[in-house]
């Protein structure tokens, strides 16, 4: 870990506390990114400004309804918070965006052209959405690096991986996501002599690897120090812009730390939208959190 890298991070989460306080305005990851630019085949067109969009999204177990007509959209680059209550339907949602779980009905996109709902769960991932559950599932058994090895092989398919050679350009972008996720000085260290929080990065780096345009993160300071916890917050902040991120998460210091935007889950449909403190302020939200 490059304690540049580090003030960097912290001076950014610094920086965005700052801008937040002073103006309370939520901004989005830079809905212009892809405005007017030719998309490539296989791209993901941001045209509309927006990388995600969810729209009367509704799925039903045994007549129950998890998700109950959702919509919303995440803009390219944007760092999006989840929160609401167990049960709320986060899971059940990013099971959908991930082709886990078909819905009922609804329309859910990637880009504006790409129909989520047309492709299986490989494809998916194939297509740059990343998913990180919440337990860490790295290979105990081998090096950090030999993990990010591992991912990039998997990133360019079953063909590719067969002849792999680390080249050169594979090599600094290993270097770089090792840098990113604070482990450079743990390269060979084995995976599983890791602490908590940094098989939560080691597999974030292997997200990384595969260069996601979407990373989905389910709780991922569940069970991290506190200093762990406000590293991550670092770590999200520099990949923001970047990437697109949707956090769900409990934790309502780190969701501090790092939103702009936060969306607010009940009985499957969103409750309530905007900052961290608008939507701690709005009394439906004070009402399903404490009102039972
Ligand atoms: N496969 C399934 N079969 C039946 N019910 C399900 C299934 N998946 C989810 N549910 C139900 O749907 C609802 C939403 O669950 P979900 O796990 O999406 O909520 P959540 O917001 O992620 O909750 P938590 O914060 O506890 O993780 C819950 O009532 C859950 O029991």
Not at 209 to 238: H, I, Y
Not at 253 to 262: C, G, L, P
């Amino acid at each position: 870990m490059t304690p540049d890298l580090l003030d960097e991070g912290a001076a950014r989460a610094q920086a965005h506390r700052s801008r937040v306080a002073a103006t309370g305005k939520t901004e989005s990851g830079g809905r212009a990114a892809g405005f007017r630019r030719k998309v490539e085949p296989g791209e993901v067109d941001l045209a509309h400004g927006r990388i995600l969009y969810l729209e009367e999204v509704s799925v039903s177990f045994d007549g129950f309804k998890a998700i109950n007509k959702l919509s919303l959209d995440i803009a390219p680059g944007e760092l999006r918070c989840i929160i609401g209550p167990n049960g709320a339907g986060k899971t059940t949602m990013m099971d959908i965006i991930t082709g886990k779980t078909r819905p009922d009905s609804g329309t859910v996109f990637f880009g504006s052209t790409i129909d989520l709902l047309r492709h299986k769960e490989a494809e998916i991932a194939q297509m740059g959405i990343g998913r990180k559950f919440q337990k860490p599932t790295v290979f105990e058994q081998l090096t950090v690096f030999e993990n990010l090895e591992l991912a990039l092989k998997t990133a360019k398919g079953v063909a590719a991986s067969m002849f792999f050679r680390l080249d050169s350009r594979d090599a600094d972008r290993l270097a770089e996501v090792l840098r990113t996720i604070h482990l450079s000085e743990s390269a060979t260290r084995l995976a599983g002599t890791l602490s908590h929080g940094q098989k939560q990065w080691l597999e974030i780096g292997m997200l990384l690897m595969q260069d996601p345009k979407l990373l989905l993160l389910d709780e991922p300071v569940a069970g991290m120090t506190d200093e762990e916890t406000a590293r991550t917050a670092e770590l999200f902040l520099s990949l923001k812009g970047k990437h697109s991120l949707m956090v769900v998460e409990h934790d309502m210091s780190f969701i501090q730390a790092i939103s702009e935007k936060v969306t607010v889950l009940h009985e499957g449909s969103v409750l309530a939208e905007g900052t961290l403190a608008q939507v701690q302020g709005d009394p439906r939200v004070i009402e399903v959190y404490l009102g039972r």
